[in-house]
């Protein structure tokens, strides 16, 4: 069964760092790239990053550009989101995408990110 | 970058009923757009792709159409289980967009 499951949310204070990360099981990891997209709490949607089948290629919103860091280890079949300089508006449910053709056909169950002093 | 305008942003619907929402993208996006829906505490669930490929097991009450600028996604005969928010998502071009989001509720 395909599974994506999130860890590494929680509690941080303005300014603070916190690392997301994403297991992935369940099918061949290293054929698909793969997706972050939050949701504020009684918000919408809103697309982070997407990082390529390598690694080498990765994009980024422009609000979290030189802040956020999108990597995979293929080896363990992880992805990850390095999340530094936090602000208020960062706070939301970070949820993890496997990337069909740019469509996320399968989401974890997202981890909740709360920045706060 | 590409904005996703959605309507209606609310929609009160019966069961039986057959609803259309409407995506506009702000350029063309040639058929670079996926449709989600959306319950309460739960993840996304991915019902089109291309603007009009079913996704593999979502029932074919729902349907999608369109292409360059503006796109719908019907439901035939909505269904309790189908009250939700529903999402168009651009992958046309970085960065990715989503709509803003239609409530479908009960009337």
């Known amino acids: 069964e395909l599974q994506l499951v999130e860890s590494g949310g929680g509690l941080v204070q303005p300014g603070g760092s916190l690392r997301l990360s994403c297991a992935a099981s369940?099918?061949?990891?290293?054929?698909?790239?793969m997706t972050w997209v939050r949701q504020a709490p009684g918000k919408g949607l809103e697309w982070v990053a997407t990082v390529n089948q390598d690694g080498s290629n990765k994009y980024y919103l422009d609000s979290v550009k030189g802040r956020f860091t999108v990597s995979r280890d293929n080896s363990k079949n992880s992805l990850y989101l390095q999340m530094s300089s936090l602000r208020a508006e960062d706070s939301a449910v970070y949820y993890c995408g496997r990337d069909r053709y740019g469509s996320c056909d399968y989401w974890g169950q997202g981890t909740l990110v709360t920045v706060s002093s | 970058d590409i904005q996703l305008t959605q309507s209606p942003s609310f929609l009160s619907a019966s069961v039986g009923d057959r609803v259309t929402i409407t995506c506009r993208a702000s350029q063309g996006i040639s058929s670079y757009l996926a449709w989600y829906q959306q319950k309460p505490g739960k993840a996304p669930k991915l019902l089109i792709y291309a603007a009009s490929t079913l996704q593999s097991g979502v029932p074919s009450r729902f349907s999608g159409s369109g292409s360059g600028t503006e796109f719908t996604l019907t439901i035939s005969s909505l269904q309790p289980e189908d009250f939700a928010t529903y999402y168009c998502q651009q992958y046309n071009s970085y960065p990715r967009s989503f709509g803003q989001g239609t409530k479908v509720e009960i009337k």
């Open positions: 369940g099918f061949t990891f290293t054929r698909n790239s």
